[in-house]
Protein backbone atom coordinates (compact mmCIF):
# COMPACT_ATOMS: atom_id res chain seq x y z
CA UNK A 1 0.00 0.00 0.00
CA UNK A 2 2.63 1.95 1.05
CA UNK A 3 6.31 2.94 0.95
CA UNK A 4 8.25 5.12 3.10
CA UNK A 5 11.63 5.82 2.71
CA UNK A 6 13.72 8.33 5.38
CA UNK A 7 17.09 9.27 6.14
CA UNK A 8 18.37 8.74 9.83
CA UNK A 9 21.23 10.81 11.01
CA UNK A 10 20.97 11.88 14.52
CA UNK A 11 23.42 14.49 15.77
CA UNK A 12 24.82 16.14 18.82
CA UNK A 13 24.29 19.76 18.67
CA UNK A 14 25.46 22.28 21.46
CA UNK A 15 25.58 26.37 21.38
CA UNK A 16 28.39 27.83 22.99
CA UNK A 17 28.21 31.15 25.50
CA UNK A 18 29.07 33.23 22.39
CA UNK A 19 26.82 31.73 19.64
CA UNK A 20 28.63 29.01 17.94
CA UNK A 21 26.87 26.11 17.13
CA UNK A 22 29.24 22.56 17.76
CA UNK A 23 27.86 19.76 16.32
CA UNK A 24 28.89 16.39 15.13
CA UNK A 25 27.95 12.96 14.11
CA UNK A 26 27.33 10.57 16.70
CA UNK A 27 26.24 7.52 15.23
CA UNK A 28 26.22 5.94 11.18
CA UNK A 29 23.89 6.79 9.14
CA UNK A 30 20.67 4.60 7.82
CA UNK A 31 18.28 4.49 5.94
CA UNK A 32 14.94 3.21 7.38
CA UNK A 33 12.21 2.07 4.98
CA UNK A 34 8.70 1.36 5.84
CA UNK A 35 6.82 -0.71 4.64
CA UNK A 36 2.75 -1.17 4.44
CA UNK A 37 0.46 -3.53 2.93
CA UNK A 38 -3.15 -3.68 1.67
CA UNK A 39 -5.29 -6.55 3.89
CA UNK A 40 -4.55 -9.93 2.69
CA UNK A 41 -5.74 -13.25 3.01
CA UNK A 42 -3.49 -15.87 4.51
CA UNK A 43 -2.22 -17.43 1.10
CA UNK A 44 -1.18 -14.20 0.02
CA UNK A 45 0.19 -13.25 3.62
CA UNK A 46 2.43 -16.33 4.16
CA UNK A 47 5.04 -16.10 1.80
CA UNK A 48 6.04 -12.33 2.84
CA UNK A 49 5.93 -14.01 6.78
CA UNK A 50 8.15 -16.69 5.72
CA UNK A 51 10.43 -14.60 3.80
CA UNK A 52 10.93 -12.62 7.01
CA UNK A 53 11.04 -15.74 9.45
CA UNK A 54 13.86 -16.87 7.31
CA UNK A 55 15.85 -13.64 7.35
CA UNK A 56 15.39 -14.38 11.40
CA UNK A 57 15.63 -10.66 11.82
CA UNK A 58 18.84 -9.41 11.95
CA UNK A 59 20.62 -12.48 11.09
CA UNK A 60 20.53 -12.78 7.51
CA UNK A 61 20.09 -8.75 6.17
CA UNK A 62 19.07 -9.11 2.30
CA UNK A 63 18.76 -6.82 -0.32
CA UNK A 64 15.29 -4.84 -2.12
CA UNK A 65 15.06 -2.76 -4.85
CA UNK A 66 12.44 -0.04 -4.27
CA UNK A 67 10.39 0.68 -7.27
CA UNK A 68 10.18 4.48 -6.91
CA UNK A 69 14.09 4.78 -7.19
CA UNK A 70 14.62 1.95 -9.93
CA UNK A 71 15.31 4.38 -12.56
CA UNK A 72 17.09 7.90 -12.27
CA UNK A 73 14.14 10.41 -13.29
CA UNK A 74 16.26 12.18 -16.03
CA UNK A 75 15.01 9.67 -18.76
CA UNK A 76 17.97 10.49 -21.23
CA UNK A 77 20.34 10.10 -18.38
CA UNK A 78 18.24 6.16 -17.31
CA UNK A 79 19.06 5.41 -20.77
CA UNK A 80 22.54 6.30 -20.81
CA UNK A 81 22.62 4.09 -17.10
CA UNK A 82 20.44 1.49 -18.55
CA UNK A 83 23.77 0.44 -20.48
CA UNK A 84 26.78 2.64 -18.93
CA UNK A 85 28.19 2.81 -15.35
CA UNK A 86 30.01 6.14 -14.54
CA UNK A 87 33.10 5.79 -13.06
CA UNK A 88 34.72 7.80 -10.18
CA UNK A 89 37.51 9.65 -11.97
CA UNK A 90 39.87 9.30 -8.76
CA UNK A 91 39.98 7.73 -5.20
CA UNK A 92 37.64 9.32 -3.16
CA UNK A 93 37.84 9.11 0.72
CA UNK A 94 35.22 7.61 3.02
CA UNK A 95 33.16 10.48 4.46
CA UNK A 96 33.38 12.48 1.52
CA UNK A 97 30.28 13.42 0.36
CA UNK A 98 31.42 14.36 -3.42
CA UNK A 99 33.09 12.53 -6.09
CA UNK A 100 34.01 13.26 -9.79
CA UNK A 101 32.34 11.02 -11.94
CA UNK A 102 32.40 10.00 -15.72
CA UNK A 103 33.20 7.23 -18.58
CA UNK A 104 34.77 8.03 -21.88
CA UNK A 105 32.27 9.03 -24.25
CA UNK A 106 29.83 10.53 -21.53
CA UNK A 107 29.09 13.96 -22.75
CA UNK A 108 26.93 15.70 -20.12
CA UNK A 109 24.95 17.59 -22.50
CA UNK A 110 23.84 14.86 -24.46
CA UNK A 111 22.91 12.03 -21.68
CA UNK A 112 22.27 14.73 -19.55
CA UNK A 113 22.77 14.17 -15.41
CA UNK A 114 21.31 12.11 -12.43
CA UNK A 115 18.63 14.44 -10.52
CA UNK A 116 18.92 15.32 -7.26
CA UNK A 117 16.88 12.46 -5.18
CA UNK A 118 18.27 9.83 -6.96
CA UNK A 119 19.36 6.93 -5.46
CA UNK A 120 23.22 5.20 -6.69
CA UNK A 121 25.36 2.35 -5.23
CA UNK A 122 28.69 1.47 -5.89
CA UNK A 123 30.23 -1.45 -7.43
CA UNK A 124 34.43 -1.48 -7.16
CA UNK A 125 37.07 -3.20 -5.27
CA UNK A 126 35.91 -2.86 -1.68
CA UNK A 127 33.66 -5.72 -1.90
CA UNK A 128 32.25 -4.82 1.76
CA UNK A 129 30.75 -1.16 0.10
CA UNK A 130 27.15 -1.96 0.52
CA UNK A 131 25.50 1.72 0.89
CA UNK A 132 23.11 3.24 -0.69
CA UNK A 133 23.83 6.75 -1.52
CA UNK A 134 20.92 9.47 -2.24
CA UNK A 135 22.61 12.72 -4.90
CA UNK A 136 21.65 16.13 -3.65
CA UNK A 137 23.42 17.84 -6.22
CA UNK A 138 24.84 17.53 -9.40
CA UNK A 139 27.44 19.90 -11.09
CA UNK A 140 28.50 19.55 -14.90
CA UNK A 141 30.66 21.83 -17.02
CA UNK A 142 28.04 24.41 -17.68
CA UNK A 143 27.01 24.87 -14.03
CA UNK A 144 29.29 24.35 -11.68
CA UNK A 145 30.70 25.86 -8.06
CA UNK A 146 33.20 28.53 -8.72
CA UNK A 147 35.51 27.13 -5.65
CA UNK A 148 35.54 23.89 -6.81
CA UNK A 149 37.29 22.64 -10.11
CA UNK A 150 35.39 22.51 -13.71
CA UNK A 151 34.60 19.42 -14.36
CA UNK A 152 35.28 18.64 -18.26
CA UNK A 153 32.33 18.06 -20.41
CA UNK A 154 33.06 14.10 -19.97
CA UNK A 155 32.59 14.51 -15.75
CA UNK A 156 30.09 14.95 -13.39
CA UNK A 157 30.73 16.00 -9.66
CA UNK A 158 28.03 14.60 -7.82
CA UNK A 159 27.41 15.56 -4.17
CA UNK A 160 25.24 13.01 -2.18
CA UNK A 161 24.48 11.32 1.27
CA UNK A 162 25.52 10.25 3.09
CA UNK A 163 29.21 10.05 3.51
CA UNK A 164 30.94 7.29 1.65
CA UNK A 165 31.13 4.50 4.20
CA UNK A 166 34.44 2.92 2.73
CA UNK A 167 36.77 4.52 0.28
CA UNK A 168 36.25 4.33 -3.55
CA UNK A 169 38.91 3.84 -5.92
CA UNK A 170 39.30 5.20 -9.31
CA UNK A 171 37.29 3.28 -12.10
CA UNK A 172 34.96 1.82 -9.06
CA UNK A 173 30.77 2.15 -11.08
CA UNK A 174 28.27 4.28 -9.61
CA UNK A 175 24.94 2.10 -10.10
CA UNK A 176 22.11 4.32 -11.04
CA UNK A 177 19.46 1.61 -12.12
CA UNK A 178 18.04 -0.64 -9.74
CA UNK A 179 20.19 0.08 -6.93
CA UNK A 180 19.59 -2.32 -3.50
CA UNK A 181 19.56 -0.94 -0.29
CA UNK A 182 21.05 -3.42 2.27
CA UNK A 183 17.89 -4.14 4.94
CA UNK A 184 18.57 -5.30 8.39
CA UNK A 185 14.85 -6.19 10.18
CA UNK A 186 14.71 -4.10 13.43
Not at 160 to 178: E, I, W
Request: cysteine-free; charged content about 15%.
Amino acid sequence: ATVKFTSEQPLLRDRTNSGRILARSIVAHRWKINITYNPMTRDEFEPVYSFLLHRRGAMSPFFVSLPQYRTPRNTTFASYAASNNLEAAGAVAAGTTQALIGKSGYTNNTNSSPFPGDLFTINGTNSNHLKAYMVTRVESYDDYQATLSQPTTSQLRIHFTPGLSKSSATGDSLVFTNPKIKVILS
